[in-house]
C-alpha cells in the first residue's frame, strides 16, 4: 500500500535551518510528484510546493521561496524540504503529500512538528 | 494567486442530518476542487476530486458539486464519524490554494 513516512519532530533556534524527510513506499516514486505543505492553527493549511520526482523539477509558492527548498533522492524514494533561516513563524505541522494539480493529494505524510524557538 | 472563500466556519448539526459545505473560488477552476476531510491529530484525507468524483473508499453519503467559482460538500444522513474539518483546495493553478476549513460538530 502506499505510504509516505516522514521524519520526527524538530525543535530549532532561530536563525538554523532544518531538513525535512518524506520516504515513499508502495508506488513508483517516479511517477507522481510530490507536495509539500504547512499547517498552522491560524493560518490553516498553505501550500508550499512541489517537486517533479523524475527530473527533480520545483514550482514553488512566491510566499516560500527562498524558505523552503525542495529536494528527491530518487535512489532512496525520499524526498525532503530543508526550511532556512527559522522564525517563530515557521512553526507548524509540515506535510508531504502525493500528487499536485492533476493529480489531486490521495496520500499524504504523517506529518512533522517543527517547533522553533529559542 | 486564486483566493478560496469556504463558509461556514463552523457548523453544528445532529445525527442523521444533511449538511453542505461551501466554497467560493475567486475565478473560475474549472472544476479542479478538492475536498478534504481532517480529524483531529490525523492528515487530511481526500473525500471528493474533480469537483464531484468520489475518492476510493469514502462512503457514498459524502458528494461534491459546483463549477465555476462555485462549490459544495454535501454530507448526507451525518455520522458520529464526520466529526472533522473540512477544506477546500484548488487544484487548477499553482500555488494550489486551499480554503479556511469548516469544523463541523454534533449538536
Known amino acids: 500500500q502506499v505510504q509516505l513516512q516522514q521524519s520526527g519532530a524538530e525543535l530549532a533556534k532561530p536563525g538554523s535551518s532544518v531538513k525535512i524527510s518524506c520516504k515513499a513506499s508502495?508506488?513508483?516514486?517516479?511517477?507522481?510528484?510530490i507536495s509539500w505543505i504547512k499547517q498552522t492553527t491560524g493560518q490553516g493549511l498553505e501550500y508550499i510546493g512541489y517537486?517533479?520526482?523524475?527530473?527533480?523539477?520545483?514550482n514553488y509558492n512566491e510566499k516560500f521561496k527562498g524558505k523552503a527548498t525542495l529536494t528527491v533522492d530518487k535512489s532512496s524514494s525520499t524526498a525532503f524540504m530543508q526550511l532556512s533561516s527559522l522564525t517563530p513563524d515557521d512553526s507548524a505541522v509540515y506535510y508531504c503529500?502525493?500528487?499536485?494539480?492533476?493529480?489531486?493529494?490521495?496520500?499524504w505524510g504523517q506529518g512533522t512538528l517543527v517547533t522553533v524557538s529559542s | 494567486d486564486i483566493q478560496m472563500t469556504q463558509s461556514p466556519a463552523s457548523l453544528s448539526a445532529s445525527l442523521g442530518e444533511t449538511v453542505t459545505i461551501e466554497c467560493l473560488a475567486s475565478e473560475d477552476i474549472y472544476s479542479n476542487l478538492a475536498w478534504y476531510q481532517q480529524k483531529p491529530g490525523k492528515s487530511p484525507q481526500l473525500l471528493i476530486y474533480y469537483a464531484n468524483s468520489l475518492n476510493d473508499g469514502v462512503p457514498s453519503r459524502f458528494s461534491g458539486s459546483g463549477s465555476g467559482t462555485q462549490y459544495s460538500l454535501k454530507i448526507n444522513s451525518l455520522q458520529s464519524e464526520d466529526v472533522s474539518i473540512y477544506f477546500c483546495q484548488q487544484n487548477y493553478d499553482s500555488p494550489y490554494t486551499f480554503g479556511a476549513g469548516t469544523k463541523l460538530e454534533l449538536k
Open positions: 517537486i517533479n520526482t523524475g527530473s527533480g523539477g520545483t
Open positions: 508502495g508506488y513508483t516514486f517516479t511517477s507522481y510528484y
Open positions: 503529500a502525493r500528487g499536485t494539480g492533476y493529480n489531486p493529494l490521495a496520500y
